[in-house]
């Protein structure tokens, strides 16, 4: 969406509050108060059809009637009176379209929303909402909303789609000593969604880490690039990733995704950090906006406190980032501010005894340290130290050794004077913690930056030429017989125009012609029945294999033809497939499906036990970048069967890569016609030896 | 130990302070003026050599100076000085020593530490410390310590290991706002224990809840039984579980080990709950001193906003409790107290409109229904409420309903207000959080307590009849010649003793033998090298298996002794193992370690790539009762392994959870001789045909 015009909606120049009411309690009295208590330094125009003034100001009974330029609307009048004041508002040229009412898509009227959106588009206005709480913006000192005043001032701003949260939320910036710039709620997102927001927010000087509460998006692949194309740090909370979702998909692979695995995997691709809980929400929030990105895994933890620095020690491990001792130079260093029975291993414990100096100390010789990329100082409040000069060290030490680019967090655990002591160091740039674990994991978000941002500069050029043209072929031919069901031949034809090493597999359409292409393909082979009326051709005896002669591969046509009569008497049978019979190898499968957010969306995991029993897959939207198939790779629990366990040899990664890359394309080039398609199994060879596709299934979209 | 002397060291009714100081700033001044400050109602008598009076008191030179009885004695003079100190209470007939002094074990003075307990104990006093900070009681009105003041006052007790946490956690409480009665600083523990504590916390009425703060234990096995016998909830946080402890463990049970799954294990076994981070104990103690334990699954989460009910769900499924839907009669009722937008299903929306009366009437009306066995009441602040009187209403619901024994946790998300309200509310009892999912957490640990008390509450009996004294004398002969490492076929005897299915093993000494015996075993059978100096046999070309018919036992045994004395000239054999051959069946591996905390100790896992590849094991400290045998097969990700997957029929769960359940009876009977064991692999096979032990191997504790 144009800047302009988001500017236009988000920072207007002058306001109408369409529905204002002179009677306090009512929305319309609460946003023309909340605009003149916030300060906002343009014009105010309050319309109402029978008041006359309202908290001082002018009232005008129709936007049309304003003397003057209005920039945007909030509208707060019912919803069947919505669609004539936006009709209104276009012809007064506003720009911005604030919809605070409710009642429209959340309600059932879809029709009544899909109207004041044409509408608002006819005119060239951007609509925020409706069904929302408002803007609010302590830069612009903007409270465009009914949330009764503006957030704590910070540099980070929060787009949420629910309005109760907002609300909450604004209050809960004071409690919590997190600071916002803006609060947007964006409620049913009929026209402007979260990637507008995300990209005008990127633009934004007072911004500087974009926080979401996300309930569902709408353009999954919009949100992903406009995240991508972001340059700071983002971080969201899904909420509903609870099973129900997930339980109503039908095919396999779709059973196995569900929202928690798909928005995580999108999250990743998009370099968003998540948030696993609104507390967590908060503190990530808080470290992301005020420090850097941690480029290296070197954490130091400084501590007075053993037990706060086991603690910080378990939670370094457990959220990903575990700590290393430090180099031998900076032990010795740093066993200059500690008594004989401190540690400076990793965590450096300066022991209860330390005090100002010592923390200055060790704060400022390590940040200053090449080896040290990141940083948590711990405090446990003493009966013999005062929490605020320890901040006011720490500060100093940070500030004297003169080091940028590196974070720093920092956690007191203790009563009131560490509170206290703790808000002054946030207001000076350095993210605190009422627990060690926290300040860990808030750390861990920047370190988690860092690592996404360079996964999302890499390229994601096909990693093969592929024939869109020949796959589509196919698809017109399937679609000409009615039907949705490739068979395997088919499939296949598709998966061999996208470069993917599929068994060789012809179809034999006689008896003659079955023993004909066996002795073209080499024996031993494998024969199946081809029937778009026969899925399961193993049930329906439809399958042999490791046929080694002409005189099994006769008998094999008759018994395969005879046993699907059987089966299925009225099947349409298009012939037997003759196919090289694969070595042995690694089984895996690939599949994919077309989430309803996301699009084609892929999956990748072992097979046998491990997607059966263990549901040991994971899950990338479409395409994937050679560098995020190699992590798919890693990121199962079975990993190190592709890495060669008990004896065995490394199995063909790269070749997998590369199959994961051109299969992600097939989808995606295909994402108008593909409803789901799976490769299983696919036997994974040694280093070197690459990889077959071993059977291939694809269903297309109903149309 | 003797309850009354924990009270007379614990809740003293006279107390000495040696080492007492007139001067500002020292431990020694700061305890004396602790103990006037906190109203301690007992005498007071301060000791010094030097002094003659500190903060109005009289000082004595000596202990024994004092011409009144005193029941305990705060410490804090120099370590070298506390023998002659201890050894003058002692002689002075003190009951109780609080010895605050550190430089002991932990600076390496073991042999000190040993010495003031042999002192103490000779006098038949209890001694808590050294190097601890002290203990704290509201009820008793006593701060013996150098905290700075009593905690926020409470019902919950604690327990802790690091003395600087004792500190900050004291002054969190009032930040927190959880409170306690209670906490005890137990350093080095010398003499008291944790275990200890326990015991007799569980018997003071001022104490509902027990918490432990835990770095490492020193008897692991009275920690459980003391917890088992507790009739009050406990919550323990594990400090130290990072990855460098089972690193250092050598065998291969002992590496899949390490702190984390073993203290896990532990807590479980012991009915103890579990905290995951310093925040999550604070919380889950507040909801454990307060409610009562959650007695079914059905929770009901009533919320004025959509997102924190969502947030809610999710939380409630990723603790282990998922919601599910209210029955139609109670959502029927339900839909009164809302507007027709809203949601009767669970969570409970009563939306954004929802005043006092909503809330009021929802939660009289769910607590009351039998359905419910728990509740988690979410409010967002909005514009339109009062958070106090939203509290005040849901205090007044839930005692107008007069339910009791079921629990109610609260989550008000907001600002200042909402702290204040959720401060009146845990005033009155009701334990309330910053977030929701905070919330759900807290009555989840309610929900594990019952579950844990159960539990605890199975019978331990052995579930075969044992033979320890024939596994003993397969031991001694061992032991006669010098060896530590069992043959397969002697450890087979020990298994054969304690009613574990092993496949039939017989020791031939000659060929003919071999086949005598093979004859008598019956065909096929499989044959193995018989040598202590032979550890892996087929690597020595010491195993044949599938042997038919005699020809191939002749072949087999000459073949075997062939390759033996090639592997290894000097290799003593016993002879060759002639062994029924065990169908496949599905493989298992049980494991035992000796843990050094809590002794005996097993291990289960399914064979293959799930133990080798996953690490899918899971422990119990043995022994192990037969319910606890089941839980661990259904632990594993591979138990639907042993439910039967792709079309196989179910294993023999319950003949497995028998030998499980006999294994941990083996270990633990000769826990003083048996360093680890393990039985690898088992084969399982389908329900009612039981299970083998193919292979079987224990190693000896140096001795």
New interface residues.
């Given amino acids: 969406m144009d800047h302009e015009l988001l500017n236009q909606l988000l920072k207007p120049k002058t306001i109408a509050v369409v529905g204002a009411s002179s009677v306090p309690?009512k929305i319309g009295y609460?946003v023309v108060d909340n605009l003149l208590k916030s300060g906002y330094s343009g014009e105010v125009y309050p319309i109402n059809p029978t008041a006359t003034e309202i908290l001082g100001l002018k009232v005008y009974p129709n936007i049309k009637d304003v003397p003057a330029y209005v920039e945007a609307a909030v509208i707060t009048v019912p919803a069947k009176a919505v669609p004539q004041v936006i009709e209104d508002c276009g012809q007064k040229k506003v720009k911005g379209l604030i919809v605070i009412t409710s009642g429209f898509a959340?309600?059932g009227r879809r029709d009544l929303e899909d109207q004041i959106v044409e509408i608002a588009h006819r005119y060239g206005m951007a609509l925020l909402g409706p069904n929302i709480v408002g803007t609010l913006s302590n830069s612009d000192k903007l409270n465009a909303s009914?949330?009764?005043f503006l957030p704590l001032n910070g540099k980070a701003s929060l787009v949420?789609?629910?309005?109760?949260?907002l609300?909450?939320?604004?209050?809960?910036?004071?409690?919590?000593n997190v600071g916002f710039d803006k609060l947007v709620s964006i409620g049913n997102m009929a026209d402007v969604n979260i990637a507008d927001l995300v990209t005008w927010l990127d633009d934004d000087p007072n911004t500087t880490c974009i926080s979401l509460?996300i309930?569902g998006l709408r353009d999954g692949r919009q949100f992903i690039e406009a995240c991508q194309h972001a340059h700071k740090p983002i971080i969201a909370?899904k909420?509903?990733?609870?099973?129900h979702g997930a339980a109503a998909a039908a095919s396999h692979t779709g059973s196995l995704a569900g929202a928690a695995k798909v928005y995580g995997a999108a999250f990743q691709q998009a370099g968003v950090i998540g948030a696993s809980?609104?507390?967590n929400l908060f503190d990530r929030t808080l470290a992301l906006s005020l420090q850097p990105p941690m480029k290296g895994d070197n954490l130091i933890i400084i501590t007075?406190?053993?037990?706060?620095g086991?603690?910080a020690?378990?939670?370094?491990?457990k959220f990903g980032l575990?700590?290393k001792f430090a180099p031998e130079e900076v032990q010795n260093e740093l066993k200059k501010y500690m008594p004989e029975?401190g540690s400076a291993k990793n965590p450096i414990d300066l022991t209860?005894q330390a005090g100002n100096e010592w923390y200055y100390d060790a704060v400022r010789y390590a940040i200053a340290q090449p080896w040290v990329d990141g940083m948590v100082v711990l405090y446990?409040?003493?009966?013999?130290t005062n929490p605020t000069e320890i901040a006011h060290g720490i500060e100093k030490a940070l500030k004297d050794a003169g080091i940028h680019g590196k974070p720093v967090t920092v956690s007191f655990?203790?009563?009131?004077?560490?509170?206290a002591a703790m808000s002054e160091l946030i207001k000076v740039g350095i993210p605190a913690y009422?627990?060690?674990?926290?300040a860990v994991n808030a750390i861990v978000s920047l370190r988690e930056y860092e690592n996404l941002s360079h996964m999302v500069a890499e390229s994601a050029a096909p990693c093969a030429p592929s024939n869109q043209a020949a796959a589509r072929e196919v698809i017109a031919r399937v679609r000409e017989q009615q039907r949705l069901t490739l068979t395997e031949i088919e499939a296949k034809e598709i998966f061999l125009a996208y470069g993917l090493p599929i068994t060789r597999t012809l179809l034999a359409k006689s008896e003659n012609e079955a023993v004909e292409l066996a002795q073209k393909i080499g024996f031993p082979v494998v024969m199946k029945i081809v029937s778009p009326d026969i899925l399961h051709k193993s049930d329906a005896g439809g399958v042999r294999v490791n046929l080694k002669d002409t005189a099994s591969v006769r008998e094999a046509y008759r018994t395969i033809l005879t046993n699907a009569k059987n089966y299925k008497a009225e099947a349409k049978i298009h012939g037997v497939a003759i196919q090289e019979m694969a070595p042995w190898g690694t089984e895996v499968i690939l599949g994919s499906v077309n989430d309803p957010t996301f699009g084609p969306t892929m999956m990748f995991g072992l097979g046998g036990?491990f997607v059966?029993?263990?549901k040991d897959v994971t899950f990338r939207v479409a395409p994937v970048t050679r560098g995020q198939a190699l992590r798919m790779l890693g990121e199962i629990?079975?990993a190190?069967?592709l890495s060669g366990?008990?004896g065995e040899s490394p199995r063909d990664r790269e070749a997998l890569a590369e199959v994961l890359c051109n299969y992600s394309h097939m989808i995606l080039d295909l994402g108008d016609e593909i409803a789901e398609s799976d490769a299983n199994p696919v036997l994974v060879y040694e280093e070197g030896r690459g990889l077959k596709v071993a059977d291939a299934r694809i269903i297309l979209k109903k149309k």
Avoid at 167 to 176: G, H, N
Avoid at 413 to 419: A, H, I, T
Avoid at 434 to 438: F, G, I, S
């Fill in positions: 309690g609460t959340e309600s009914f949330a009764p949420t789609q629910s309005g109760a949260l609300i909450a939320i604004d209050a809960a910036t004071y409690t919590r509460y309930e909370l909420a509903g990733v609870s099973a809980d609104l507390s007075n406190g053993g037990g706060v086991v603690l020690t378990d939670a370094a491990e575990p700590l029975f209860g446990c409040e003493t009966a013999i655990v203790g009563g009131e004077k560490s509170v009422q627990a060690p674990d926290m036990i059966e029993v263990l629990r079975g190190p069967i366990v008990r």
